[in-house]
């Protein structure tokens, strides 16, 4: 065996470039140690140690041992190698570097490979990051990687991973382009992560679109985070057998489905996107329904990203179970799929699920917070019931579906409240423009002490506030038409009052079994932001008053000086240019809404009850800011100008009952696009449609026998078909002038 002796300082330089890409070891007298390739080199060793390098700075962390930086970072290190020496000399005493700081080189580094010492253990985030090093030999001594180490070093090609690294950090070699091999004799043309790595962060590698990745290890004992390895070329894992796994499968060409697992002894359950079966390969593509239910034993569950389906109940009533990862692609929270799982305290949903059913983690009662990806678009009723230490529930801000405001979630439009957070402490009060409480949404919310319905609510849901036993006052007001199926069940010290008529508000069997106290209070005068007319000695009417905002109700009966009367018709112009007027309720009890009743008010959508027949006239004329109008079918005709440039207004539907339409009905809604007609039209009036530049295409039944002038004046977009003949049908002067086309079927 040959040995080598420099014996200058001057031939250190020349010796380590030599002996560059040869293998071998270059051992000076300190003991620093250098891995070069010629078998018959034993070491190099050199006559005096090297004198400190000037590009080094050295700080010092404890009394033995120091970190590395770059002395200057604005003055490149160049040259082939770069070599970081394992002691420095500070202040006349040695150290033993074993730290490289964090942003300690960077893009300062301009050489093609840097020799870290035996010395270091640890190195810092972002060490290197943006270098020139196109190679990197990591000491056995180091064990963990950090964030951003190696991020963004473009002309890395060539990486050894040591066998001691059991972490390697979010971005640790993101964005490294030219990432290939690891190790100058790697035929395979790949990185190779050893088994001794458990955890690879965020993004690890990322974009390191030539790297062929292969993991020593299987993925039931590696934590993976998220895109760690997206934009790689390949990444192969190691496939196990079926008997390592401890699951039974069912098999199907080259698939297979996890049918059960070993109750025994399974505390821990992998689910691998690959399985060894008697020698073959199988995809693994999914779990089967009820397989690991009831599996007292499972306490950890991770999943594979190339399995796509969970089944019913899978993992319902493992109430040991606490952490579950789930691979990206996973579509769907199945029924049930943790129900029961009391112990269940960390999960992540995956982006590329888009359902999460009912139940789903209905019970799980460890849960303390869960986040909606953006891709969700249906959420089952009693998908989060139960969990009593839920805090908060979060959506992705770019989900167009649902929303989260401080832990609660709605639909996008804030309209339905679906899940209050099972841990909700104190008063809440439920916002403006809610009008419905869904299934079970405050169910055993047993801290929620105080609740405050705004008007806007029109019905409470079944369950929606069972066995809330902290609650003990609450007013329903008389917006509240429908109160479902043990809503307020189980509310045991509850005393409730419920501001209406109890014929005015449909009450399902078993709504308030088990609450204290239950009255009924019909609204005073006094209490409501409307004023009251009387009319006769039992009935009353809404008169003009000063404006009201916002969500109004308009109750079915009043107390007047003491007295009850019912409200039976809006006044002539009662609601007339209230602007903050967005919502209003009216009671089946109205029988009559007198013209201009809501003129120019800032109403956007409206709900007529089926007591009215008639739309008076200029009713909503000029409510730029209506969206939508449900007519009743009790409804036969729709007054002069009723509906005056609501431009805003975009989709009508006329029920069977309407037989005519009044002269500028709908004159200037230039937003109606889709307008139906019913049968039973019989007359359409002047310029009842004049201007409506959006219809586009209409039909008229052979009902209709007058037309009255400039009905549809200017519809200029309009294919009008009228299913009868010419002198069947009375038309006015300029009728369809400007219209599209007009076509007389008969």
Not at 209 to 217: E, G, T
Not at 491 to 510: H, K, M, P, Y
Request: include cysteine; charge should be negative; aromatic fraction near 8%.
């Amino acid at each position: 065996m040959k040995k080598s002796l420099i014996t200058s300082v001057a031939a250190l330089a020349v010796g380590l470039f030599a002996f560059a890409e040869t293998g071998m070891y270059v051992k000076l007298k300190n003991g620093e140690t250098f891995r070069h390739n010629v078998d018959d080199v034993e070491e190099v060793v050199f006559a005096e140690i090297q004198k400190q390098n000037p590009n080094f700075k050295f700080t010092k962390l404890t009394n033995n041992t120091a970190s590395v930086a770059a002395a200057n970072p604005e003055i490149p290190l160049t040259g082939i190698l770069i070599t970081i020496p394992s002691e420095a000399e500070i202040d006349g005493k040695m150290y033993k570097v074993t730290h490289i700081e964090a942003l300690g080189f960077g893009k300062s580094v301009a050489s093609e490979e840097i020799v870290i010492p035996s010395s270091v253990t640890s190195i810092g985030d972002s060490a290197f990051y943006g270098s020139q090093l196109s190679r990197v030999n990591i000491p056995s001594s180091v064990t963990s990687i950090g964030n951003g180490v190696f991020a963004g070093c473009m002309k890395l090609a060539d990486i050894t991973i040591p066998s001691g690294v059991t972490n390697i950090g979010d971005n640790a070699f993101a964005d490294c382009i030219n990432l290939i091999y690891a190790g100058c004799t790697n035929l395979n043309n790949e990185v190779s992560i050893p088994s001794s790595v458990t955890n690879i962060g965020d993004n690890a590698f990322r974009n390191c679109k030539s790297l062929d990745l292969v993991i020593n290890n299987t993925e039931r004992n590696v934590t993976v985070g998220r895109n760690a390895f997206e934009g790689c070329k390949s990444v192969t894992w190691e496939i196990p057998d079926k008997e390592s796994t401890g699951l039974q499968f069912e098999v199907s060409g080259t698939t297979a489905m996890v049918v059960k697992g070993d109750y025994s002894k399974l505390d821990s359950a992998f689910i691998p996107s690959k399985v060894k079966i008697n020698g073959n390969v199988y995809t693994v593509t999914g779990i089967v329904n009820n397989a690991f239910n009831n599996c007292k034993s499972l306490t950890y569950v991770k999943v594979s990203g190339g399995v796509a389906n969970m089944g019913v109940a899978t993992f319902s009533g493992c109430e040991n179970l606490e952490t579950v990862v789930l691979g990206d692609g996973i579509k769907k929270i199945s029924n049930s799929l943790f129900n029961g799982c009391a112990s269940l305290s960390d999960i992540n949903i995956p982006a590329s699920v888009t359902e999460i059913d009912g139940s789903a983690f209905e019970g799980c009662a460890s849960l303390a917070s869960i986040d909606i990806p953006a891709n969700v678009t249906n959420i089952v009723e009693y998908a989060f019931y139960g969990c009593k230490n839920l805090a908060s529930i979060n959506v992705d801000d770019k989900n167009t579906t649902y929303a989260s405001v401080d832990g609660v979630l709605y639909n996008k439009e804030k309209t339905i409240l679906i899940q209050a957070p099972g841990k909700l402490q104190g008063k809440f009060t439920i916002p403006s423009g809610v009008t419905n409480i869904a299934s079970g949404a405050f169910g055993s919310c047993e801290g929620l002490t105080g609740l405050e319905i705004p008007a806007s609510v029109t019905s409470i849901s079944e369950y929606a506030f069972e066995n809330c036993t902290g609650l003990t006052n609450l007013t329903i007001p008389s917006s509240v038409k429908n109160i479902d199926y043990n809503a307020f069940a189980g509310c045991e010290n509850l005393d409730v009052v419920i501001r209406n008529a109890e014929e005015d508000v449909t009450v399902v069997s078993g709504a308030f079994d088990d609450c204290k106290s239950v009255t009924w209070k019909i609204i005073d005068e006094s209490e409501s932001p409307l004023k009251f007319k009387i009319l006769t000695d039992s009935t009353a009417e809404v008169t003009k008053e000063n404006c009201v905002e916002g969500s109004v109700t308009i109750p079915s009966k009043v107390v007047i000086d003491g007295k009850t009367y019912s409200v039976v018709s809006i006044t002539y112009q009662a609601f007339k240019n209230c602007k903050g007027l967005t919502n209003i309720t009216i009671p089946s009890s109205v029988i009559k809404i007198e013209g201009g009743a809501f003129q120019g008010s800032g109403l956007t959508t409206i709900e007529l009850p089926s007591s009215i027949t008639s739309i008076d006239h200029t009713v909503f004329s000029g409510c730029s800011d209506l969206v939508s109008v449900k007519i009743p079918s009790s409804v036969e005709s729709i007054g002069e100008s009723a509906f005056l440039n609501c431009t805003s207004l975009t989709n009508l539907e006329l029920p069977s009952s309407v037989k005519s339409i009044g002269d500028m009905a709908f004159d200037g809604c230039t937003g109606l696009t889709n307008l139906q007609l019913s049968s039973s039209v019989e007359s359409i009036g002047i310029m009842a449609f004049y201007g409506c530049t959006g219809l586009t295409n209409l039909q008229l039944s052979s009902s209709v026998k007058s037309i009255g002038a400039s009905a549809f004046y200017g519809c200029e977009n309009l294919d009008l078909v009228i299913d009868n003949s010419e002198d069947n049908v009375e038309v006015a002067s300029k009728a369809f002038l400007n219209c599209k086309s007009v076509t007389w079927k008969k």
